[in-house]
């Protein structure tokens, strides 16, 4: 499928959707959504890991476009935010892990996008913020909620309620970003992640990936009883045979995802 406002490459299990748009920073426009979102879709059926980063040097994600968010009305920006929430939560869902490659401004949606992936690693240039409040809104795409997941209220609060960018090695040190690389380097470091996920048993990856995501929202008792349900269901894969088979064996495994 041909997409305008987005690239997608595959390396191997390995897919990578870049953000382009650079002459406006990768802002995200209500068609780049929808692209992204018919892409990560179509991506996570056939891929181990998913890696997102924007196009250029300067920019991961400037946030959402504020040229066409200009002129909504709310019921618009309903829509708009709706769009925002449907990437964010797809991309929690996918069985695939995601990975933000995070090389450069990830600002409003674009720190959004960021927060609802598996994992963050951001360039030494990165600056990451929910500036919204800058114009007048507050973030719409979840930035309320995950963002206070990942750092705590205090930080949280601080970053949204001022309106300022914090630096990578900041963004590193409050638990923002899993690590700080060289911006030359971070695709590579990237893809070298994502491979070793994708040496992995995937419905190992799958199963606990879901029990992260679903398990932070219930309480610890019944997130903990899924994890034993899911544990033992495990067991009966092909893939789990095939692990521990291979670890007896000392050699590696092959897994199939069965
Ligand atoms: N949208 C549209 N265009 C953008 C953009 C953005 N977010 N960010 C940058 N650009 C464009 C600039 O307008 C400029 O275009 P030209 O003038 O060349 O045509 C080009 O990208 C280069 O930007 P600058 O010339 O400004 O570059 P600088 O290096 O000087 O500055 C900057 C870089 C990232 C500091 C600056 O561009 C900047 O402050 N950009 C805006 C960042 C921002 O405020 N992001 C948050 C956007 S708000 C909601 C739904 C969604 C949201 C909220 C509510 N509801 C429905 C409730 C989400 C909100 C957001 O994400």
Redesign the pocket.
């Known amino acids: 499928m041909a997409y305008e406002n987005i690239q997608v490459a595959r390396e191997g299990s390995i897919a990578i959707l870049t953000v382009n748009r650079p002459?406006?920073?990768n802002?995200?426009n209500g068609k780049t959504l929808r692209e992204m979102t018919q892409a990560v879709r179509e991506l996570a059926d056939q891929s181990r890991a998913l890696i997102l980063t924007g196009a250029g040097d300067?920019?991961f994600v400037?946030?959402?476009?504020?040229?066409e968010?200009a002129p909504?009305t709310p019921w618009s920006?309903?829509e708009?935010?709706e769009l925002?929430h449907v990437l964010t939560a797809l991309l929690e869902d996918i069985p695939c892990a995601t990975i933000a490659a995070v090389n450069g401004?990830a600002?409003?949606?674009?720190l959004?996008l960021a927060v609802a992936c598996d994992m963050i690693f951001a360039s030494e240039n990165a600056r990451l913020g929910l500036?919204?409040v800058?114009?007048g809104?507050?973030?719409?795409?979840g930035g309320t909620q995950r963002l206070v997941r990942l750092v705590g209220k205090l930080r949280a609060k601080e970053i949204i309620f001022t309106g300022e960018m914090v630096d990578a090695q900041t963004a590193c040190r409050i638990g923002l970003v899993n690590e700080v690389v060289p911006q030359a380097q971070l695709l590579a470091h990237c893809k070298k992640v994502a491979a070793k996920i994708a040496e992995r048993g995937p419905l190992a990856i799958a199963r606990a990936k879901r029990l992260v995501e679903r398990g932070y929202d219930m309480p610890l008792r019944a997130a903990n009883r899924q994890e034993a349900e899911t544990f033992a269901l495990l067991f009966d894969t092909q893939d789990r045979a095939e692990g521990m088979k291979a670890f007896l064996e000392k050699r590696p495994a092959r897994f199939v995802g069965k």
């Open positions: 002459k406006s920073l802002a995200l300067k920019a400037a946030g959402a476009d504020i040229a968010m909504m920006a309903r708009f935010s925002g401004y600002l409003g949606g674009g959004e500036p919204e800058t114009l809104v507050t973030p719409g795409f």
